[in-house]
């Protein structure tokens, strides 16, 4: 009897004579194809040699289905504009008018997958019992999304519509919420998390962390006195490309890492926060006085200020805490690095700084920015910079001695020409250090519809969507899901306070350099910005 490896050496000389058999009648063709078929074999050879001398997985993420342990989680939502949309969208909570919308898309493009993606999502056994918002027409809508329980509405079954607070204290004093979601501007976050910890209702809040660098201590101390489940709204953690980024530089695929630029490139007015205005908002349906309440200078009724808020210090933090957290987080969630130890940074308003963009007043806050963060202690700088007035394509690279990773939505990591773990393989043709050694393709055989460049830059970043078991699943969704089993469990979620402290900090450090126009250090001992 042959042995395994007598087989497998007769199979392939087999398929051999069989190829060689089928190109001997097209003899002109035949011996081009037949070199470029056993180059294919080589290179597919040499490949899994590689792959096997890395001990990098190709295996994807597995997905793993929500257990509907426990009594059903009651939400409140605080903040229902367009963050606080899809969040609820995440949770499984959309309008019905929304639904009929999706339906319709689906019909006319079959590569369009919201619609079908919503209605894979898990079951989170929730639900939204308070929505608060402060402009009645998105009011009304998460009220809508609050009932439609059924998600195939219209024919499924509707049920029992949230209750509308006015104010988030009367929502966050009710018998019925659990828990909550926080969607405001920037100007609210501090002040409702730490509320809502103090009330004993666990928070899922959006980034930015905090407005102010004061703020990010208040928060961190009140929430971890109260005990609560805390989740920053940073659904990048939840990108299958990240955890295999991670897997990378544990293998040490990159040797030691000196340098790691990120980047953030739009070119739209939405792209640089001026978004449209909603004309049926006015002293009416908004109540102005309760946003205006955290401002230490009081502003009179603008729609601008209202739904562009991003443009004014007043309200945000600008380029810092909306763009340059996510791809700080990207970079923690796999370096770990933590606060940096000193903070430069420059910038300011290039683009949108004329009448045409605005109807009363221009932007503050810039649209093209720069920041160096220092990790002296771990020898590598984090360079960020962006431009709201450019489309050119970036993406993050993290560069070591032996190698360069490119990451986004894929992965791809190259050899260096000058590297020392390589030599020998570059040296013998085993590594082309302009092909990459290893690359990865979440849900690689999909063919996904994304319609507006806004939506094509984040799930260039793997912001809207990632892949388990290589099935495309919302990023914001898993975020969520992550967030409601801890809470089940009594856990803390990935990107729970002391990650959020660490990037509140980071985000006020930068603010701080380009503001003041100094180099800004964190006192490790202290745990101070000086």
């Known amino acids: 009897m042959m042995t395994d490896k007598e087989k497998k050496r007769t199979g392939n000389n087999m398929n051999r004579r069989e190829m060689l058999k089928g190109l001997s009648t097209v003899p002109v063709l035949g011996a081009f194809a037949y070199g470029t078929w056993r180059k294919r074999r080589q290179d597919h050879i040499k490949s899994h040699k590689l792959a096997r001398e890395l001990d990098m997985s190709m295996k994807p993420v597995e997905h793993i289905p929500y257990k509907h342990d426990g009594d059903v989680i009651r939400i409140g939502i605080i903040g229902a504009g367009g963050r606080g949309t899809y969040l609820l969208k995440a949770a499984g909570f959309v309008a019905p008018q929304t639904i009929r ?39 009304n809508k998460a009220l809508e999304a609050s009932a439609n329980t059924g998600k195939e509405m219209p024919g499924g079954k509707m049920g029992t519509p949230a209750r509308r607070y006015r104010t988030y204290q009367e929502l966050l004093a009710a018998d019925d919420i659990d828990a909550v979601i926080i969607a405001t501007p920037d100007h609210w976050h501090a002040r409702i998390t730490m509320d809502a910890a103090r009330a004993g209702k666990h928070v899922y809040a959006e980034k930015g962390f905090t407005r102010t660098l004061d703020e990010v201590y208040q928060v961190r101390d009140v929430v971890k006195e ?30 030691k890492i000196s340098l790691i630029e990120v980047c953030t490139n739009r070119n739209s007015p939405n792209g640089a926060w001026v978004y449209k205005i909603d004309e049926r908002a006015n002293e009416n349906t908004v109540d102005w006085l309760q946003y205006e309440e955290p401002c230490e200078v009081k502003h009179p009724w603008s729609p601008e200020r209202f739904f562009r808020w991003r443009c004014w210090w007043d309200y945000g933090t600008g380029l810092s805490g909306d763009l340059l957290t996510h791809e700080y987080d990207a970079i923690n969630q796999i370096l770990g690095m933590g606060i940096p130890t000193s903070a430069a940074a420059s910038g300011g308003v290039y683009f949108y700084k004329d009448k045409a963009h605005y109807v009363n007043e221009i932007r503050e806050v810039p649209d093209v920015w720069n920041v160096a963060l220092e990790y002296p202690h771990l020898d590598f700088t984090l360079l960020y910079s962006a431009t709201l007035a450019s489309d050119h394509k970036r993406g993050k690279t993290v560069m070591g001695h032996d190698g360069s990773m490119e990451l986004g939505n894929t992965l791809r990591v190259f050899a260096d020409r000058e590297s020392t773990r390589y030599k020998e393989k570059i040296a013998n043709g085993l590594i082309d250090p302009s092909i990459p050694i290893y690359t990865y393709i979440p849900g690689r055989k999909n063919v996904d519809s994304v319609a507006t460049a806004t939506e094509q830059y984040f799930a260039s970043r793997g912001l809207l969507y990632t ?11 898993l975020h969520i899901a992550e967030w409601i089993t801890a809470i089940r469990e009594g856990k803390q979620p990935s990107c729970n306070i002391d990650q959020a402290f660490e990037e509140g900090i980071s985000a006020a450090m930068a603010t701080m350099a380009q503001r003041e126009h100094r180099t800004v250090y964190w006192d490790i001992d202290r745990q101070q910005v000086v």
């Not at 898309?105 to 919503?118: G, H, L, T």
């Not at 990108?239 to 544990?250: F, H, L, P, R, W």
């Not at 892949?467 to 969704?477: A, I, M």
């Open 467 to 477: 892949y388990r078991g290589g099935r495309r699943v919302d990023t914001s969704h």
């Open 101 to 139: 919308e999706w339906k319709d898309i689906a019909e006319k493009d079959p590569r369009n997958k919201v619609y079908s993606d919503f209605l894979q999502q898990d079951d989170l056994n929730i639900r939204i019992t308070g929505v608060c918002d402060l402009f009645d027409v998105r009011a």
């Open 226 to 255: 109260s005990g609560i489940v805390y989740q920053l709204g940073h659904q990048g953690r939840q990108t299958e490309s990240y955890i295999k980024a991670k897997e990378v530089v544990e293998k040490n695929l990159l040797g």
